[in-house]
T-cell receptor, first 112, second 111 residues
């Protein structure tokens, strides 16, 4: 197992388009987190899954954002009607029983 | 409000010049404090977890310590490959153990 993987690594889109990112956690990690990181800032929490259940969502996660984790395996994060302010690095992390979170390489989103 | 502050924002060292990075925190309840290293364009890489005041962890040229109000990351005789952004994060007792990050310290080690 090589760790958390994320696809795509880079995404350039036009304002108003929808985008979807995928995260594959470390196998057997039942906890999965999404964070967003802008330039010069630390990652900010977006949402958390335990198995397939989405248990916590940040106030940062507007109605245009939706996340799923079907069958408790991979997760997707969709942004509808993208805005320039959505440009950021989107990071996924997974952990076993709520301890150390291991991060993926991130998806860099640029909204033109 | 739970808050994490890192200082300095940026640090430039000569190879072999030891120094320390600071992470101070104000939280309602601390479950653990984490240090990560982040290279440009990559995700954070886990370094250490500290759970209680007085605890210390070491890895190669890095040593992390924890008090009730802050944590230090000591870098001994750094090398250019230690250049990166070092992130501190706290994990809260409440909620589902999300991490609250500081803004990081950008370290540049010159040969």
């Amino acid at each position: 197992d090589t760790g958390v993987s994320q696809n795509p690594r880079h995404k350039i889109t036009k304002r108003g388009q929808n985008v979807t990112f995928r995260c594959d956690p470390i196998s057997e990690h039942n906890r999965l987190y999404w964070y967003r990181q802008t330039l010069g800032q630390g990652p900010e929490f977006l949402t958390y899954f335990q198995n397939e259940a989405q248990l916590e969502k940040s106030r940062l996660l507007s109605d245009r954002f939706s996340a799923e984790r079907p069958k408790g395996s991979f997760s997707t994060l969709e942004i509808q009607r993208t805005e320039q302010g959505d440009s950021a690095m989107y990071l996924c992390a997974s952990s076993p029983q709520g301890d150390t979170q291991y991060f993926g390489p991130g998806t860099r989103l640029t909204v033109l | 409000e739970d808050q994490v502050t890192q200082s300095p924002e940026a640090l430039r060292l000569q190879e072999g010049e030891s120094s320390s990075l600071n992470c101070s925190y104000t939280v309602s309840g601390l479950r653990g404090l984490f240090w990560y290293r982040q290279d440009p364009g990559k995700g954070p890489e886990f370094l250490f977890t500290l759970y209680s005041a007085g605890e210390e962890k070491e890895k190669e040229r890095l040593k992390a310590t924890l008090t009730k109000k802050e944590s230090f990351l000591h870098i001994t005789a750094p090398k250019p490959e230690d250049s990166a952004t070092y992130l501190c994060a706290v994990q809260l007792l409440t909620g589902f153990q999300k991490l609250v990050f500081g803004t990081g310290t950008r370290l540049l080690v010159s040969p």
